[in-house]
């Protein structure tokens, strides 16, 4: 069964900084395209940036210039470096793993960005 489970989550000031990371386990293949989704209150979950295996990334537009997707290689551990953070970005934040007509999601961890 495969399992994803983010950490990072947190509290921070504008224009401050947090790392998520995410770790899945119980794959026995390497996931095409891992990603992350965030959701905030009352709005839909939309795509914050994506990474194949290949190392091809996709941000949304809000996020441009200020998070960086990375991933190791070979492996199903996937990060998330979010940099000048503002009150927008506040919402819980998701891991995504899809494979060949499969998908996983992670818990989610929450991220608040105030003052």
């Known amino acids: 069964q495969v399992q994803l489970v983010e950490s990072g989550g947190g509290l921070v000031q504008p224009g401050g900084s947090l790392r998520l990371s995410c770790v899945a386990s119980g794959s026995m293949f390497i996931m095409a395209v891992m990603g992350w989704y965030r959701q905030a209150p009352g709005k839909q979950r939309e795509l914050v940036a994506s990474?194949?295996?290949?190392?091809?990334?996709n941000y949304a537009d809000s996020v441009k210039g200020r998070f960086t997707i990375s991933r190791e290689n070979g492996k199903n551990v996937v990060g998330l470096q979010m940099n000048s953070l503002k009150p927008e970005d506040t919402a819980v934040y998701y891991c995504?793993?899809?494979?060949?007509?499969?998908?996983?999601w992670g818990q989610g961890t929450q991220v608040t960005v105030s003052s």
């Open positions: 995504n793993g899809r494979h060949f007509g499969f998908e996983y």
């Open positions: 990474i194949t295996s290949g190392g091809i990334t």
